[in-house]
């Protein structure tokens, strides 16, 4: 099997499997919508905890804060999560990815986001 080597630091294997597990507790209720935003929401926590683990404290504790927030969240009184928490989660999992500098991790869905190929530097977006 080919791949990728990565090198797990102590503390994103705990974060990783908090995550998988959360979602796959979210499978067993969620469909459609609110399924695609949390199996999302897993994907740019996993890549987050991924890209910080050698990064500042300060940094992997924003992720480790979106990943509580998408865990142990709670707005209903039922076993599961509701669209709600869902939404609010991936305004935090948003404003980790933005303070991280990782647009490419914003979970949100918009239509107008320009795509890596049509990413301008931002003095050039300012002349137009």
């Not at 979602?23 to 929401?41: D, N, V, Y």
């Not at 740019?44 to 990064?55: F, P």
């Not at 303070?99 to 914003?106: A, K, S, T, Y």
Request: positive net charge; contains cysteine; glycine residues 6%.
């Amino acid at each position: 099997m080919a791949g990728e080597q990565r090198t797990v630091e102590p503390g994103t294997d705990v974060l990783i499997r908090k995550v998988d597990s959360h979602l796959a507790a979210l499978r067993t209720g969620l469909h459609g919508p609110e399924l695609e935003l949390a199996e999302r929401l897993a994907h740019c926590l996993r890549e987050m905890v991924l890209c910080t683990a050698q990064a500042s404290a300060a940094d992997r504790g924003q992720v480790r804060v979106a990943v509580h927030y998408f865990v142990l969240r709670r707005e209903s009184r039922g076993r599961l999560l509701s669209v709600r928490s869902l939404t609010a989660a991936e305004r935090v999992v948003d404003r980790v990815a933005r303070q991280l500098g990782r647009l490419d991790l914003l979970a949100e869905l918009r239509r107008d986001r320009p795509t890596p190929d049509d990413a301008q530097p931002l003095n050039n977006a300012l002349l137009r």
